[in-house]
């Protein structure tokens, strides 16, 4: 049983900064890519940025330059710090994660877990 939290979404101007931070807890026994996602009212989930556990980040066209994603591995979380924040910006952001689980002796391989979300509104 893993499970991700996500925090730091608010409403803030355009222009402004959020860092969002999302930490996982359970019965982690590595955890592999990690991510954040994005969905907007009527839309469909997109990828923001991703990282693996080597440190190769990725990124989406319309947020390149002004988001940063990073972790830290001894906390088991992962961070997306977002300056330069538009109103299409405004979405509900969700934490993604390739998790291998180790319970008694059975271990399981790349289960995906998904956080509950935390709402991000970009306005004046």
């Known amino acids: 049983q893993v499970q991700l939290v996500e925090s730091g979404g608010g409403l803030v101007q355009p222009g402004g900064s959020l860092r969002l931070s999302c930490t996982a807890s359970g019965s982690i026994f590595s955890l592999n890519d990690m991510g954040w996602y994005r969905q907007a009212p009527g839309r469909e989930r997109d990828l923001v940025a991703e990282?693996?556990?080597?440190?190769?980040?990725n990124y989406a066209d319309s947020v390149k330059g002004r988001f940063t994603i990073s972790r830290d591995n001894a906390k088991n979380t992962v961070y997306l710090q977002m300056n330069s924040l538009k109103p299409e910006d405004t979405a509900v952001y969700y934490c993604?994660?390739?998790?291998?689980?180790?319970?008694?002796?059975?271990?399981?391989?790349?289960?995906?877990?998904w956080g509950q979300g935390t709402h991000v509104t970009v306005s004046s």
């Open positions: 993604n994660a390739d998790v291998d689980t180790l319970e008694g002796s059975i271990l399981s391989r790349n289960l995906e877990v």
């Open positions: 990282i693996t556990n080597s440190g190769f980040t």
